[in-house]
């Protein structure tokens, strides 16, 4: 049902590419790196503004998500909650719940362009989390699959594992996520509830709802690194007709993909 399935960043250096066995890495004094993290932030929040994926977004969507929190924590729920989200076409059926950013992620992985876009300040950190093996001959990431046995060593030229680093900031932002990618953050795992009511969608007929059901984002404080894979979190429903907030006339079932943990909480 699903095609093959984040949001970034900035820095538009012309370093593409980075040959892991060309060439050494540069190293930035404490100066140099500082002025290029705001420089990045600064870019990404411009870019992912003028396509309405970051700061405005995200106000809005705060102020929703703060005010379902309390109402929540009176029916004994303590994470947050999306109940007015930014809905995107999919396919016929299946919808994405849009799941923006306000600051770049320090990873991305794309499996339908097998790249692996990566923040230098982070590499090390983000290979060992992902239990990456990096070849100091070609400089690929060989990533394993979740399930995948850690002990058993990925083969050169695997197809679904393997991986071709490239800097961050050649990451688009406005590149539209594939089911099997995902993106590598900070911030602590969050409970989220998904539980929205007749919510319409910009360029497409009709009014979807869903839930109420669970999934897990990195919305916590913290330094700790954590993953968002973007994949199917559930099911709802879509409606011809919306009077008085009440949905009718309903025409089937729909599936929703949007960016989620996949560890458990």
Known sequence: MLPQDSVGIVNTSSDALFDMGARPRSVESPREASLSQRYDRRAFLRRASAIGLAAPAMSILGCRLEKREREDEENGFDGFSITRPVLLPWTDDVVRIAA?????????????????????????????????HI????????????????????????????????????????MTPDVGDFRVRRGERERVRVDFDCVPMANRE???????????????????LC??????????????????????????????????????L
């Open 100 to 132: 923006p950013l306000s600051e770049p992620p320090l990873a991305y992985v794309s499996r339908s362009l097998l790249r692996v876009y990566v923040s230098l300040d982070a590499r090390l950190e983000i290979a060992a989390m992902l239990a990456a």
């Open 227 to 264: 993953r968002e894979d973007f994949g199917e979190v559930g099911t709802g429903s879509l409606y011809g007709r919306r009077a008085l907030g009440t949905c009718s006339e309903p025409e089937g079932a729909v599936g929703y993909v949007t960016w989620a943990s996949r560890d458990n």
């Open 206 to 224: 009709g009014f979807f709802s869903a839930g109420p059901w669970d999934i897990a984002q990195c919305r916590g404080r913290g330094q700790a």
């Open 135 to 174: 070849s100091v001959s070609t400089g690929l990431w060989r990533i394993p699959l979740p399930g995948d046995d850690l002990a058993i060593p990925v083969d050169a030229g695997d197809a679904l594992r393997e991986f071709e680093e490239t800097h961050l900031g050649q990451w688009d932002p406005t």
